[in-house]
């Protein structure tokens, strides 16, 4: 079983940056596409980024597309979310998920594993 620790989280003014980290144990991470995620309050966690197992494919909900991106480095098992023009929007708990098939993936129920989540809060 695939555990996932996510890490990164913070506060950060609009506009600025933030990266996202998370690593897993157990399992084969290199095999696994994987997914971030995000809660705000009061509304159903939503799709952020996808990428594959090799990292050659990647894919982004429209309202990130251009400022945020997904990454990994399987030999250290970790996927990466870099946050660049942080709006008050993006404002979530950010969750990394790991799915046991094939390809790209955006919702919810496709993946396997979930991390505990990380808060991020942009001020205006």
């Known amino acids: 079983q695939v555990q996932l620790v996510e890490s990164g989280g913070g506060l950060v003014q609009a506009g600025g940056s933030l990266r996202l980290s998370c690593t897993a144990s157990?399992?084969?991470?290199?095999?696994?596409?994987m997914g971030w995620f995000r809660q705000a309050p009061g509304k159903e966690r939503e799709f952020v980024a996808t990428i594959s197992w090799s990292g050659a494919s990647t894919d982004y909900a429209d309202s990130v597309k251009g400022r945020f991106t997904i990454s990994r480095d399987n030999a250290k098992n970790t996927v990466y979310l870099q946050m660049s023009r942080l709006k008050p929007e993006d404002t979530a708990v950010y969750y990394c998920a790991a799915r046991r098939g094939y390809g790209l993936a955006y919702s919810t129920n496709r993946y396997d594993y979930w991390g505990q989540g990380t808060q991020v809060t942009v001020s205006a």
């Open positions: 157990r399992g084969t991470f290199s095999s696994y596409p």
